[in-house]
Structure formats: C-alpha cells, structure tokens
C-alpha cells in the first residue's frame, strides 16, 4: 500500500463513520416524531392543579381541569376558559362526564385514588402528577412532559424554575419560629416539616413549630400548652376551602386567651394564607417561598 492510500484509509473510514452517526441520529428523530406527535393530539385532564399548570407551561392546554380549593387566583389566565370538573371527596370527577369528554389521559391526584379504578374501567389512563413535597416537583414534571410529548419543555420549565427558587433562598440571618395552622378550633391542627406548606416555610428561612410531633399525613393536633411553650413569633392560619371573612379568621386567633402569652399575638403577627398556596403544590415554587419571605417573615 502506498504512502497516500495509507493516510487516506483512516479518513475514509472517520467519514464513513461519522455518516453512519448522522443516518443513526436522522433515524431516530423521524421515529420519535410520530411518538411526540401522537402524544401532543391526546385528549388529556388535568385533575391535579398542579399538572394543569405544567402543561400549559409546556404549550399543552387540557381539554379539562379539576376545580381549585381556596379559590383560582393562581391559575394560569391560558385556563380560564378550559372546562372546569367539580370533584367530590374522595372520588373526583363525575364519572358520566368523564364518559362525556372522552379523556385518553387523567393526571389526577392520591386524594382521587378512590375514583381511579372507575376511570380506568372507562379506558382512561390515569397518572397521579401532584407533588406533596418539595423534592418530588422537578421529577413529576419531567413525567408530565413524557406523557404529553414535552421532554424538552419540561426541562425548560424545570430550568427556569430552578433559577427563580435560587433567587428566592437566598441565605439570611432571620430564622423567626412560625406555627402555621390549619382551619380553626379549640385544638391546632398544625403543619408538620412534612407538609408542603411546612416545607415551604423552611424553605423560606421560617423555624417551624411542631411541637416535636410527626406524622405522614403532613398534620398534627398541637395543644395549647404545647404551643405556649414553643411561643412562635408568627401565626400563618389556613383557611379550610374558601373563607369569606379572613379578618374574623385572624380576629379568632388573635382572641385566643390561650395563646395570648405568645410573641405571635402579642406582636400581632398572625396572618392568614388566601391563596391556597400551602396547601396545593404549584409551578409557582420561587414566588411562593419570596411572598412568604418578604410578607411574613420579613427576613428578605
């Protein structure tokens, strides 16, 4: 073999491969576009608030959502318009009007999972898509956008939420003690560093009151004398549902002869949270952990 043919081989063959990649790469982009296609033409519901959300982050408007405890001053305005399921606990949606609208898809939520065999019975796929913690949002909304053939977007979204919960968490030398309670009674019903809204507050920079108690669920019953001795400086109430008047929810707590001795009342720290947001998991994760900051805890 001569000199020239020996150099000329391996360029021969470095082209040759590198063909072949490209064919490789064409190949499986022309298979994958029916599959994304075919995912983007789904008739799909969003139960979950907070898979409504993403989607329509990702360019993916569902045919219906499900209606939204504590009002819908966080729904994205791109679905005002979308049909609205009333859900009935713990089942969900109406059966006949799934039946109705024809879904291919549900994201629903395991409060709804009483109804989720019913619906599969219909033919309905149905994916659980509603985080209860903090470290389950990016992993579920990377499922969201493979089930409606927006990877790429749901990694966009990811992107860009990541920065703004950075932005939100930045270090600060305040860490108040806060008891966020839910509804009101005699007893407390307080949110546990399991919750989201619990997380949220830590989140924050917040020192959350608990008592020392745990539970799955999220939620524990504190005593009064319990919650005198952790003496929070801040009250956050959540309103069970929709609540017409929120000062005669802070008036309540601010009456409580129990809790009289504590920072929080004293100081006339007691808040009340209107918008669902520690409550409902939401795309909204920066924003939220900032207005908790700069409105409550005041350590922005």
Known sequence: MTTVAARTQPRFNRIHGLVMLLAAVLLGLALAAPHAEAAGKQRVVAISPFAASAMIKMGVKPIAIGQTIGGSRRLDPRLRNVKTLKLS???????????KIKPDLVFSSTRWSKGTSAMKRLGIRVVYADPTGLGQVYPTIRKIGRKIGRSAQAGRLIASMKKRVNRATKPTTKHPKILVVLGIG??????LKNSWGGQLVQKAGGSLVTGGATNSGGFARLSDEV??????DIIIVVPHGNSNDLSQVADYILNNEAWKTTNAVKNKKVYVSVNNELLQAGTDVGPTIGMIRSKWLKNW
């Not at 919650?227 to 929070?232: F, H, K, L, T």
């Open 89 to 99: 606990h713990p089942n969900g949606p109406n059966l006949e009007v799934m039946a």
């Open 227 to 232: 919650v005198v001795a952790q003496n929070p």
């Open 186 to 191: 005699t007893t407390a019903m307080a949110f």
